[in-house]
């Protein structure tokens, strides 16, 4: 019995380890560095992050962009 109940408790923590490693470490809130600015995550190739600057810069949305290939802070 209790080999079940620590496989449940196991499985539990195994699919929710995503949320519980964000609760304990935390991303850096870079829109503090930014004034409260759009950030944009992106790459040079692709066709949906070139779409997405095209709307923010038809709508004179204010956004940072950090590469993701290029910029450390952007990885």
Avoid at 5 to 29: K, T
Avoid at 30 to 40: D, E, Q, R, T
Wanted: proline residues 5%.
């Amino acid at each position: 019995m209790y080999k079940f109940i620590l496989l449940a408790i196991a499985m539990l923590v195994f699919q929710q380890w995503g949320e519980i490693a964000r609760f304990v470490n935390p991303p850096p809130d870079y829109s503090l560095a930014h004034n409260g600015k759009v950030i944009l995550y992106s790459t040079a190739w692709c066709g949906y992050c070139r779409k997405a600057r095209r709307l923010l810069a038809d709508y004179n949305i204010p956004y940072h962009e950090y590469d993701i290939e290029k910029s450390t802070e952007g990885r």
